[in-house]
T-cell receptor
Framework: AQTVTQSQPEMSVQEAETVTLSCTYDTSESDYYLFWYKQPPSRQMILVIRQEAYKQQNATENRFSVNFQKAAKSFSLKISDSQLGDAAMYFCAYRPSSGTYKYIFGTGTRLKVLA | NAGVMQNPRHLVRRRGQEARLRCSPMKGHSHVYWYRQLPEEGLKFMVYLQKENIIDESGMPKERFSAEFPKEGPSILRIQQVVRGDSAAYFC?????????????FGSGTRLTVV
Protein backbone atom coordinates (compact mmCIF):
# COMPACT_ATOMS: atom_id res chain seq x y z
CA ALA A 1 0.00 0.00 0.00
CA GLN A 2 1.11 3.51 -0.70
CA THR A 3 1.70 5.57 2.42
CA VAL A 4 3.02 9.01 3.31
CA THR A 5 4.66 9.63 6.68
CA GLN A 6 5.37 12.96 8.32
CA SER A 7 7.17 12.23 11.56
CA GLN A 8 7.24 15.80 12.90
CA PRO A 9 3.85 16.76 14.34
CA GLU A 10 5.11 20.26 15.12
CA MET A 11 8.08 22.45 14.26
CA SER A 12 9.13 25.95 15.26
CA VAL A 13 11.37 28.42 13.47
CA GLN A 14 12.52 31.94 14.16
CA GLU A 15 11.44 34.57 11.69
CA ALA A 16 14.01 34.92 8.87
CA GLU A 17 15.56 31.54 9.67
CA THR A 18 15.40 28.32 7.66
CA VAL A 19 13.39 25.23 8.53
CA THR A 20 13.12 21.79 6.95
CA LEU A 21 10.00 19.63 7.15
CA SER A 22 10.42 15.89 6.60
CA CYS A 23 8.35 13.50 4.56
CA THR A 24 8.88 9.89 3.60
CA TYR A 25 6.66 7.75 1.42
CA ASP A 26 6.31 4.18 0.39
CA THR A 27 5.39 3.03 -3.10
CA SER A 28 6.26 0.39 -5.64
CA GLU A 29 5.49 2.76 -8.52
CA SER A 30 8.35 4.24 -10.51
CA ASP A 31 6.50 7.28 -11.80
CA TYR A 32 4.56 9.56 -9.51
CA TYR A 33 4.14 13.10 -8.24
CA LEU A 34 4.87 14.54 -4.83
CA PHE A 35 3.39 17.70 -3.37
CA TRP A 36 3.58 19.97 -0.39
CA TYR A 37 0.38 21.75 0.61
CA LYS A 38 -0.03 24.54 3.11
CA GLN A 39 -3.19 24.72 5.21
CA PRO A 40 -3.53 27.98 7.17
CA PRO A 41 -6.27 28.47 9.77
CA SER A 42 -8.64 29.40 6.94
CA ARG A 43 -8.49 25.68 6.00
CA GLN A 44 -7.72 26.47 2.36
CA MET A 45 -5.38 23.85 0.85
CA ILE A 46 -2.70 25.84 -0.94
CA LEU A 47 -0.27 24.08 -3.25
CA VAL A 48 3.24 25.11 -2.27
CA ILE A 49 5.40 23.01 -4.53
CA ARG A 50 5.30 19.84 -6.62
CA GLN A 51 7.88 17.39 -7.88
CA GLU A 52 7.73 14.87 -10.69
CA ALA A 53 9.53 11.68 -9.74
CA TYR A 54 11.20 11.32 -13.13
CA LYS A 55 12.93 14.67 -12.69
CA GLN A 56 16.22 14.53 -10.85
CA GLN A 57 16.34 18.27 -10.32
CA ASN A 58 14.77 19.43 -7.08
CA ALA A 59 11.82 21.78 -7.48
CA THR A 60 12.03 25.33 -6.14
CA GLU A 61 9.43 28.07 -5.75
CA ASN A 62 10.87 31.29 -4.40
CA ARG A 63 11.67 30.63 -0.71
CA PHE A 64 10.45 27.04 -0.90
CA SER A 65 12.58 24.17 -2.15
CA VAL A 66 12.55 20.42 -1.84
CA ASN A 67 15.16 17.75 -1.32
CA PHE A 68 13.90 14.78 -3.31
CA GLN A 69 15.74 11.54 -2.68
CA LYS A 70 14.01 8.94 -4.83
CA ALA A 71 16.01 5.93 -3.69
CA ALA A 72 15.43 6.81 -0.07
CA LYS A 73 11.79 7.75 -0.77
CA SER A 74 12.29 11.03 0.99
CA PHE A 75 10.78 14.40 0.08
CA SER A 76 11.62 17.21 2.50
CA LEU A 77 10.53 20.84 2.25
CA LYS A 78 12.93 23.66 3.05
CA ILE A 79 11.54 27.10 3.83
CA SER A 80 14.12 29.85 3.72
CA ASP A 81 13.80 33.30 5.26
CA SER A 82 10.72 32.19 7.20
CA GLN A 83 7.92 34.72 7.52
CA LEU A 84 5.07 34.99 10.00
CA GLY A 85 2.68 34.17 7.16
CA ASP A 86 4.33 30.79 6.73
CA ALA A 87 2.77 29.57 9.97
CA ALA A 88 0.35 26.80 9.04
CA MET A 89 -0.13 23.06 8.76
CA TYR A 90 1.97 21.56 6.00
CA PHE A 91 0.92 18.35 4.31
CA CYS A 92 3.04 16.14 2.13
CA ALA A 93 1.07 14.32 -0.56
CA TYR A 94 1.69 11.63 -3.14
CA ARG A 95 -0.11 10.76 -6.34
CA PRO A 96 0.74 8.01 -8.83
CA SER A 97 1.51 9.10 -12.37
CA SER A 98 -0.98 10.50 -14.83
CA GLY A 99 -4.17 8.55 -15.11
CA THR A 100 -4.94 8.47 -11.43
CA TYR A 101 -6.65 11.01 -9.27
CA LYS A 102 -6.29 9.96 -5.65
CA TYR A 103 -3.97 11.97 -3.50
CA ILE A 104 -2.50 10.29 -0.43
CA PHE A 105 -1.70 12.71 2.35
CA GLY A 106 0.53 12.56 5.38
CA THR A 107 -0.75 13.57 8.79
CA GLY A 108 0.78 17.01 8.59
CA THR A 109 3.35 19.15 10.40
CA ARG A 110 2.26 22.26 12.25
CA LEU A 111 4.80 25.02 11.65
CA LYS A 112 5.07 27.87 14.14
CA VAL A 113 7.03 30.97 13.21
CA LEU A 114 8.41 32.92 16.15
CA ALA A 115 8.83 36.68 15.91
CA ASN B 1 -12.50 32.57 -11.39
CA ALA B 2 -14.02 32.00 -7.97
CA GLY B 3 -12.24 28.72 -7.35
CA VAL B 4 -13.85 25.68 -5.79
CA MET B 5 -16.74 26.83 -3.62
CA GLN B 6 -17.94 24.81 -0.69
CA ASN B 7 -20.85 25.60 1.55
CA PRO B 8 -21.69 25.82 4.25
CA ARG B 9 -18.36 26.60 5.81
CA HIS B 10 -19.48 25.27 9.15
CA LEU B 11 -22.35 22.88 9.81
CA VAL B 12 -23.63 21.70 13.15
CA ARG B 13 -25.95 18.72 13.30
CA ARG B 14 -27.44 16.73 16.13
CA ARG B 15 -26.93 12.98 16.18
CA GLY B 16 -29.39 11.30 13.85
CA GLN B 17 -29.90 14.30 11.56
CA GLU B 18 -28.86 14.55 7.94
CA ALA B 19 -25.94 16.64 6.70
CA ARG B 20 -25.74 18.00 3.16
CA LEU B 21 -22.47 19.44 1.96
CA ARG B 22 -22.25 21.30 -1.34
CA CYS B 23 -19.38 21.77 -3.73
CA SER B 24 -19.33 23.92 -6.85
CA PRO B 25 -16.26 23.10 -8.95
CA MET B 26 -14.17 25.67 -10.74
CA LYS B 27 -15.53 26.91 -14.03
CA GLY B 28 -14.70 24.43 -16.75
CA HIS B 29 -14.00 21.59 -14.33
CA SER B 30 -16.18 18.52 -14.69
CA HIS B 31 -14.36 16.17 -12.30
CA VAL B 32 -15.06 16.38 -8.57
CA TYR B 33 -13.37 14.60 -5.67
CA TRP B 34 -14.37 14.50 -2.02
CA TYR B 35 -11.94 14.04 0.85
CA ARG B 36 -12.42 13.80 4.60
CA GLN B 37 -10.01 15.17 7.18
CA LEU B 38 -10.48 13.77 10.66
CA PRO B 39 -8.93 15.73 13.55
CA GLU B 40 -5.14 15.60 13.55
CA GLU B 41 -5.07 13.62 10.31
CA GLY B 42 -4.42 14.24 6.64
CA LEU B 43 -7.07 14.29 3.97
CA LYS B 44 -8.40 10.90 2.88
CA PHE B 45 -10.04 10.24 -0.47
CA MET B 46 -13.72 9.38 -0.38
CA VAL B 47 -15.27 9.56 -3.84
CA TYR B 48 -14.69 10.71 -7.42
CA LEU B 49 -17.54 11.92 -9.58
CA GLN B 50 -18.10 13.24 -13.06
CA LYS B 51 -21.33 14.83 -14.16
CA GLU B 52 -24.13 12.39 -13.34
CA ASN B 53 -21.68 9.53 -12.69
CA ILE B 54 -19.91 8.09 -9.68
CA ILE B 55 -16.55 6.88 -10.95
CA ASP B 56 -14.88 5.67 -7.76
CA GLU B 57 -16.43 5.50 -4.30
CA SER B 58 -13.87 3.19 -2.78
CA GLY B 59 -13.18 5.57 0.10
CA MET B 60 -16.79 6.12 1.08
CA PRO B 61 -18.20 4.41 4.14
CA LYS B 62 -20.65 1.76 2.98
CA GLU B 63 -23.57 3.07 4.99
CA ARG B 64 -25.14 6.49 5.50
CA PHE B 65 -22.87 8.29 3.01
CA SER B 66 -23.79 9.12 -0.57
CA ALA B 67 -22.63 11.57 -3.20
CA GLU B 68 -24.00 12.97 -6.42
CA PHE B 69 -22.97 15.41 -9.12
CA PRO B 70 -26.07 16.24 -11.16
CA LYS B 71 -26.08 17.63 -14.66
CA GLU B 72 -27.00 21.02 -13.25
CA GLY B 73 -25.93 22.36 -9.90
CA PRO B 74 -23.27 21.53 -7.34
CA SER B 75 -21.99 18.20 -6.18
CA ILE B 76 -23.61 17.05 -2.94
CA LEU B 77 -22.17 14.86 -0.22
CA ARG B 78 -24.93 13.56 1.98
CA ILE B 79 -24.52 11.96 5.36
CA GLN B 80 -27.63 10.42 6.84
CA GLN B 81 -28.19 9.80 10.55
CA VAL B 82 -24.95 11.49 11.53
CA VAL B 83 -22.92 10.22 14.48
CA ARG B 84 -20.19 11.90 16.53
CA GLY B 85 -17.51 10.10 14.51
CA ASP B 86 -18.63 11.94 11.38
CA SER B 87 -17.30 15.20 12.83
CA ALA B 88 -14.56 16.24 10.43
CA ALA B 89 -13.64 18.68 7.72
CA TYR B 90 -14.89 17.62 4.31
CA PHE B 91 -13.00 18.92 1.31
CA CYS B 92 -13.95 18.99 -2.31
CA UNK B 93 -11.48 19.28 -5.18
CA UNK B 94 -12.06 19.65 -8.89
CA UNK B 95 -10.11 19.29 -12.11
CA UNK B 96 -10.65 19.82 -15.81
CA UNK B 97 -9.33 16.44 -16.82
CA UNK B 98 -9.37 13.08 -15.05
CA UNK B 99 -5.64 13.19 -14.49
CA UNK B 100 -5.89 16.73 -13.17
CA UNK B 101 -2.19 17.17 -13.38
CA UNK B 102 -1.83 20.85 -12.82
CA UNK B 103 -5.30 22.18 -12.14
CA UNK B 104 -6.42 19.93 -9.27
CA UNK B 105 -7.81 22.56 -6.93
CA PHE B 106 -9.19 22.19 -3.42
CA GLY B 107 -11.96 24.16 -1.80
CA SER B 108 -11.79 25.48 1.75
CA GLY B 109 -13.81 22.65 3.17
CA THR B 110 -16.90 22.29 5.32
CA ARG B 111 -16.37 21.60 8.98
CA LEU B 112 -19.10 19.30 10.25
CA THR B 113 -19.67 19.12 13.97
CA VAL B 114 -22.05 16.51 15.33
CA VAL B 115 -23.39 17.26 18.80
Amino acid sequence: AQTVTQSQPEMSVQEAETVTLSCTYDTSESDYYLFWYKQPPSRQMILVIRQEAYKQQNATENRFSVNFQKAAKSFSLKISDSQLGDAAMYFCAYRPSSGTYKYIFGTGTRLKVLA
Amino acid sequence: NAGVMQNPRHLVRRRGQEARLRCSPMKGHSHVYWYRQLPEEGLKFMVYLQKENIIDESGMPKERFSAEFPKEGPSILRIQQVVRGDSAAYFCASSRMRTGDWDYTFGSGTRLTVV
